[in-house]
């Protein structure tokens, strides 16, 4: 049965957070794969940029699954992925223009894959702070936690971008 996020309980709200991640984390995977097949030098810099999303995606999973073990333990969740209705922090390709003709592009190649991650963490970032002012109490302390990683999350890209380009930071993040 489909269910919106505000629906759902703490512990199934947690569920699909780690749903989410791995989700994300696949995703990045195959962006990934697929630009390392391009061989060129911009879509081999796009491919490392969603190598270290994927990478990040997945640790954000285990403190995930480490926070679903200490509040849970074991208890099984019959929530399913396909469950939610709600599609939060979807990577979309189109999001930073990742295939932009190189003549016209304003933006170095990592900083196109940047603004993918950057658009997919923005959007659940601002998803979880809204739940979590309209939630009851009870689904306050998991919305605040994922909002928080999502915060951090928006931190590291932006740091990313502005490691490689500090001269292009502020435009990277806008």
């Known amino acids: ?10 512990q199934e709200a947690l569920h699909v957070a780690i ?6 984390a696949g995703i990045y995977h195959r962006f990934a794969g697929m630009f390392t097949e391009f061989r060129d030098p911009d879509s081999l810099e796009i491919a490392s940029v969603f190598w270290d999303m994927a990478v990040e995606e997945r640790r954000h999973s ?3 699954q480490e926070k679903y073990q200490e509040r849970y333990g074991n208890a099984g969740c019959a929530l399913t992925e396909e469950d939610p209705q709600d599609m939060i922090e979807v990577p979309r390709l189109d999001d930073g223009d ?4 190189l003549a016209t592009a304003q ?4 900083e196109r894959a940047v603004k993918v991650a950057l658009a997919a ?4 970032q601002n998803y979880y702070s809204r739940l979590a002012e309209q939630t009851k109490d009870t689904h306050r302390g998991v919305c605040t936690t ?4 999502w915060k951090t999350d928006t ?19 806008e």
């Open 1 to 10: 049965m489909r269910r919106t996020l505000a629906s759902l309980n703490p």
């Open 19 to 24: 749903f989410i991640e791995e989700r994300n």
């Open 62 to 64: 285990t403190a995930l």
């Open 98 to 101: 990742v295939f932009a003709d």
């Open 107 to 110: 933006d170095s190649a990592r």
């Open 121 to 124: 963490e923005q959007s659940a």
């Open 146 to 149: 994922n909002s928080l990683l």
């Open 155 to 173: 931190w590291l890209i932006w740091r990313t971008c502005s490691r490689h380009q500090p001269a292009r930071t502020r435009e990277c993040i």
